[in-house]
């Protein structure tokens, strides 16, 4: 049998070692990055990535995140070096990874535990181990997750479920900007050129509304937490708008409760529920016609029907996502989001990344328009 020839990324390897030996590359150098080299040898960046990390690994150079990757100030034996390849790494032509990372602010019935599960049957199916981080809504935890998984080489690649905030995350904008195989689910960044898997909520929150004014309602209010730079709910708004202007209503029907917090991750407390309750019966006393209320999410449709449970007549609620389960909530109109789709997606635009195919920036699941079943 023949002797194998050496793989792409010990080519990558033997070239920066022999830089070193000959003096073209010195302690405290700044080692060309992961696209330069991949440009170099024509491979994939996920190759050029396995090979840097297998110096670091062998104490050969030091990566320094934001910066680029450096020669070690000290330099073992160049001569006695055993170079080890992490099994987790993917080179040209070989296997897929062999971890990948799910951060996520946190998951329920109504929404989450669907997308959370198809994400880790996906990898189950491809062989891959799945770790997940759950942030509680917090970017300050979001932004240690993914500094953890990357800085520490314990993932290959993020699929990440972004925190709602009116910034976004820098340790998230570093990794993009970084170019690490990463996919976004639910959301996407505005701006930022970035693999995202969710629904059109656009067009989605347009159906519903347009269902609610079907209905014969013709004042109706959308009830969300704030909307900037959240770009679900900042569609979701834009879709309810766009049900009225599609139908030659005037918006000045469109009413907005924009300001709720209850169901913001980490904050779902009894007292923060009786303040949104609060400023829900400010709301109606201020706009007494209104008899729908368009909701951005399930828990705060049930937040809703709790405030408005002694008015007469009932007002309809409608909202995105429910349990599959009615004995676990209460029935309203709702969209059904694809989570099922959206996670075996998710995980294969990551892996499609990792080989080093080009992906689209945005992929949009199908989603349903549910009648409640009552009973």
């Known amino acids: 049998m023949a002797a194998r020839g050496p793989l792409l990324y010990e080519r990558i390897i033997e070239y920066l070692l022999d830089e070193l030996r000959r003096g073209a590359l010195n302690p405290g150098d700044r080692v060309p990055s992961e696209m330069e080299l991949a440009e170099?040898?024509?491979v994939s960046r996920i190759t050029s990535k396995k090979a840097l990390e297998v110096l670091r690994q062998a104490g050969?150079?030091?990566?320094?995140?934001?910066?680029?990757?450096?020669?070690a100030a000290e330099l073992p034996d160049l001569d006695a070096l055993e170079l080890s390849p992490s099994s987790t790494a993917a080179g040209e032509g070989e296997r897929v990874p062999g971890t990948i990372a799910m951060i996520y602010p946190d998951a329920s019935e109504a929404y989450g535990l669907e997308l959370l599960c198809a994400v880790e049957e996906?990898?189950?199916?491809?062989?891959?181990?799945?770790?997940?981080?759950?942030?509680r809504g917090s970017q300050e935890e979001e932004e240690k997750a993914i500094e953890s998984m990357v800085d520490a080489g314990l993932a290959e690649g993020l699929i990440v479920f972004p925190v709602h905030g009116e910034y976004y995350n820098a340790g998230l904008l570093r990794t993009i900007l970084d170019g690490f195989p990463l996919v976004l689910v639910d959301r996407y960044l505005a701006g930022?050129?970035?693999?995202?898997?969710?629904?059109?909520n656009v067009a989605a929150a347009r159906a519903l509304t347009e269902r609610v004014l079907d209905q014969g309602h013709r004042q109706v209010a959308f009830v969300s937490p704030p909307p900037e730079n959240t770009s679900s709910i900042e569609e979701r708004l834009e879709g309810f708008r766009a049900a009225f202007a599609g139908r030659g209503l005037s918006l000045d029907n469109a009413r907005q409760l924009t300001g709720l917090s209850s169901t913001l991750p980490g904050a779902f407390t009894p007292e923060n529920v009786l303040a949104d309750v609060e400023r829900i019966h400010d709301f109606q006393a201020r706009e007494p016609e209104v008899t729908a209320f368009v909701v951005?999410?399930?828990?705060?449709?049930?937040v809703m029907s709790r405030a408005i449970a002694e008015t007469e007549p009932r007002p309809l609620i409608a909202c995105f996502d429910s349990p599959l389960d009615p004995v676990a909530g209460p029935p309203f109109l709702h969209v059904r989001q694809n989570q099922r789709e959206m996670g075996r997606q998710a995980v294969d635009l990551l892996l499609a990344?990792?080989?080093?195919?080009?992906?689209p920036?945005?992929?949009?699941?199908?989603?349903s328009i549910v009648e409640p079943e009552i009973s």
Do not use: W
Not at 192 to 200: F, G, L, N, S
């Open 40 to 42: 170099r040898f024509e």
């Open 361 to 367: 920036p945005r992929s949009i699941v199908p989603f």
């Open 60 to 71: 050969v150079v030091q990566r320094i995140r934001g910066k680029g990757s450096f020669v």
């Open 353 to 359: 990344q990792m080989r080093g195919e080009t992906v």
């Open 296 to 302: 951005c999410e399930y828990n705060l449709a049930r």
């Open 122 to 135: 996906r990898c189950a199916e491809r062989g891959i181990n799945l770790v997940i981080k759950r942030t």
């Open 192 to 200: 930022i050129q970035v693999c995202a898997v969710h629904t059109d």
